[in-house]
């Protein structure tokens, strides 16, 4: 991200990426009752947003527990296809279960990967959507994970992004959260970013962009375009 003052306002992540594949391994059987009743609904809007169309090839990266793959591997058909990678093995192996059981595990490819470095071809997918992950990436990373999405879209390709966000500023709720990400980094560790801002800077167009809350929390959706 360009904006340094930003950069400032925007904590680091203090836990290393085994850290965070060994915490989701552990998490991955309990996520859908802890986090997935309160982020899921915004999740969907997101995606809703994206408006898949039959035939289309679609990447989510941190698919979790597999809730949007799902709906995504439904929304692009039999001549479409969808891609999904997530750092933990674990949360790997609860979606193909699900994906399996919905009898779509053939039209979706599953890797465990970073999104820093993503396994896909230059050009390949139509559109690419993110959920709850973006901010899981530590400040530096950011730009990265932006910047390797432009390369496997297609020109005039889009992206979907939820996300916590910083962008309505300092409130108590935000500073509370941030204690607790300070304090617990391996549990809590997300973190409440610029999301439309670092959007607009890795070189997308944005198309719409909305602040909602979520237990009372600033989160932003955003769609934008690959100029």
Not at 114 to 140: C, H, I, K, R, W
């Amino acid at each position: 991200m360009k904006n340094s003052s930003n950069n400032r306002q925007i904590l680091p992540v203090n836990r290393t990426k085994e850290q965070a594949r060994r915490f989701y391994d552990r998490m991955s059987r309990l996520y859908d009752y802890i986090s997935g009743p309160f982020e899921r609904k915004y999740a969907f809007r997101a995606l809703e947003l994206l408006d898949i169309m039959e035939g289309e090839t679609i990447l989510e990266i941190g698919f979790g527990t597999g809730h949007c793959l799902k709906k995504i591997a439904a929304s692009v058909g039999e001549t479409g296809k969808a891609y999904g990678i997530d750092i933990s093995p674990g949360m790997l192996r609860v979606t193909k279960r699900r994906l399996e059981k919905a009898k779509l595990l053939d039209r979706v490819e599953l890797n465990c990967g970073d999104a820093t470095s993503l396994p896909y071809d230059t050009n390949s997918m139509d559109g690419v959507f993110v959920a709850f992950t973006l901010e899981l990436f530590d400040t530096p990373e950011i730009p990265i994970v932006l910047e390797e999405v432009k390369r496997i879209l297609k020109p005039g390709g889009r992206i979907a992004v939820a996300a916590m966000s910083k962008k309505a500023g300092e409130s108590l709720i935000v500073r509370l959260y941030e204690r607790v990400h300070n304090r617990w980094p391996e549990y809590a560790d997300c973190r409440p970013i610029f999301l439309e801002e670092s959007i607009h800077e890795a070189g997308y167009q944005i198309k719409s962009s909305q602040t909602v809350k979520l237990l009372g929390l600033p989160l932003e959706i955003v769609v934008a375009l690959n100029n």
